[in-house]
């Protein structure tokens, strides 16, 4: 992504600017406007009772997004990704998809290492085209070398030759985060989804595609329903594109827990138990996808913003990228997101279909879980609703209600191990920014180094371990023993001191941690969810450990006051 950035595909050159860090991206119109907008959703965010002064670090807050970050002269957006979506046609006629470049906000401070921030910033070109063009465009992402400088010039000249100037940007920025605390149970974080269409003198807002208002009246979700009923074949491949009139301009998804939050569930909150009624007599024998009506409202808010980037997501994102360095601390060993990597195959068998001139024919996989048959260990699973039945679990496992919602997880059927959840929860709705309300159930026993335990082995919600960690001590970081990992840990309550002064987190931490057992992981051994898969000393290339995502600072907007 570096030699990309310097082949003329940095942000500021993209955007027109006469520079790449912040304060020069200020210099693009498009960049200026998108910013006016995005401080003014900030500032009326920060405002809500239960945001508070990050230097306090009182507990129960949240803290939120700096909007100086976004116009700083030590703030950038890296390049992360190259992402080609041919698969998105079907949003905008006479088009071949679209072609995105995904940056990240990044920050340095005066004798520390970089840091990134929980911001994306995806610039979107859609290159038009009959069908015989979209063939040649995928034929040349086909024929792309597998990687060196060959793969970048290649990749340069397709955004050269297929794609005009940007036509969208799309933002997915964390706007707050609040600690885990005893009385909530867990970390909370808000995120803000906005997209906007690039114009000729800057960029205005754009509807967000199947993401519906959340005021709509009696009248408009009566119409709302009538048009799913109209286009349940779109809804079941996926295709599904609602009228502006239903659509929001603005999201904000919540995490953890993905659809299990009923704020991430824009379609049930309008249908709500009326959806057994409203859709009872739709096809659905003849569906793959959407079999019964709580499977089509889950793949209907699947679709929208927030329940998208809530699906099997890495702290609300499912492209975070690479890291530039080789460190080990505050750094991801995989920097996309579970259902990002399952669904990569599917991508992949649209384009080889599109450069034959083929129909493809396979519906896009249901985001929480891409194929059915027996799951691995994590992944989602049936808990009898007829509409899941397709999704079992792997011999030696059983699917577990692991959060009281819809689906469970594929977990053993010989007990929790480390790594495995065991304390499972309600989730009591709340408005506001401070959170949902969580009430944890007795923690369960945990299978530790051969021995049952009982609860002494489960790290609770309370301590930021969303869903409970079976773990037990270890004594070498990095060292791997069979699926585990030994990694340290920050201690419960880490944040208020070590957030707060003026020392290194690095030192800080040194006297803080904890050293336990953890699943160990890879892009082909992802974590469960609401875990994310951080490096490690001593670990090889390419593996890290299952840690709760906002363990890695940065995936988080309140993180240590030198860094900051």
């Not at 930021?464 to 079976?470: A, I, S, V």
């Amino acid at each position: 992504m570096r030699a990309l950035e310097a082949r003329g595909f940095s942000l500021g050159e993209v955007l027109g600017a006469r520079g790449s860090w912040n304060d020069m991206l200020t210099t693009s119109a498009t960049y200026s406007a998108i910013v006016r907008v995005l401080s003014w959703d900030l500032a009326e965010l920060a405002r809500r009772p239960g945001v508070g002064d990050v230097d306090a670090r009182k507990p129960g807050l949240a803290y939120a997004f700096n909007p100086l970050w976004l116009t700083g002269r030590d703030a950038r957006f890296e390049l992360v990704g190259f992402v080609p979506r041919l698969d998105r046609a079907f949003a905008e006629q006479g088009t071949c998809g679209e072609l995105r470049l995904v940056y990240r906000l990044a920050l340095t401070r005066p004798g520390r290492p970089g840091t990134r921030l929980p911001m994306t910033l995806s610039v979107i070109m859609v290159p038009r085209g009959d069908a015989a063009a979209c063939a040649g465009l995928a034929k040349a992402l086909l024929a792309l070398p597998a990687a060196g400088s060959a793969r970048v010039t290649a990749i340069a000249d397709i955004l050269r030759v297929h794609a005009a100037a940007p036509r969208r940007v799309e933002v997915n920025l964390q706007n707050l985060h609040g600690p885990a605390t005893p009385r909530d149970g867990e970390d909370h974080a808000e995120y803000l989804l906005r997209s906007f269409d690039v114009t000729a003198t800057g960029a205005t807002e754009r509807p967000l595609l199947d993401t519906p208002a959340e005021d709509l009246a009696a009248d408009q979700r009566k119409e709302l329903a009538a048009f799913i009923h109209e286009h349940f074949d779109d809804v079941d491949r996926g295709t599904l594109v609602l009228p502006t009139r239903f659509l929001a301009v603005r999201a904000i998804s919540v995490s953890p827990r993905g659809l299990a939050r009923t704020r991430n569930r824009p379609f049930a909150t309008l249908f709500g138990k009326d959806a057994d009624v409203l859709f009872a007599d739709l096809p659905y024998a003849s569906a793959r996808i959407a079999r019964s009506p709580r499977a089509l409202l889950r793949r209907l808010d699947q679709g929208t913003c927030q329940g998208c980037h809530q699906s099997r997501a890495v702290a609300g994102f499912h492209l975070l990228g690479e890291e530039r360095s080789g460190a080990t601390f505050n750094a991801l060993a995989v920097g996309h997101s579970n259902h990002l990597g399952a669904e990569l195959a599917w991508r992949e068998g649209f384009v080889g279909a599109l450069a034959h001139g083929e129909k493809y024919e396979v519906p896009r996989p249901f985001a929480e879980r891409a194929t059915e048959g027996p799951g691995a260990h994590g992944e989602r699973c049936g808990l009898g609703e007829l509409g899941f039945a397709s999704f079992a679990c792997a011999a030696g496992l059983a699917c577990k209600d692991d959060r009281h919602d819809e689906l469970g997880a594929c977990a053993p059927t010989d007990g929790n191990h480390e790594g495995d959840a065991c304390e499972r929860a309600n989730v009591d709705v709340r408005p506001g920014a401070s959170g949902d309300h969580l009430r944890p159930e007795p923690r369960q026993s945990c299978v530790a180094s051969g021995i049952e335990v009982l609860r002494d082995a489960c790290i609770p919600n309370e301590t930021g371990f969303p869903g409970g960690m079976c773990s037990d001590r270890c004594e070498v970081v990095g060292e791997l023993d069979g699926e585990l990992a030994c990694v340290d840990i920050p201690q419960a309550g880490y944040e208020e001191v070590c957030f707060k002064n003026h020392d290194p987190i690095e030192q800080c931490l040194a006297t803080r941690t904890h050293r336990l057992r953890a699943r160990a992981c890879a892009a082909t051994q992802p974590c469960r969810d609401d875990y994310a898969c951080a490096r490690a000393p001593n670990m090889p290339d390419g593996r890290g450990v299952c840690v709760p995502p906002y363990f890695v600072f940065q995936a988080r907007v309140d993180g240590p006051r030198l860094d900051r």
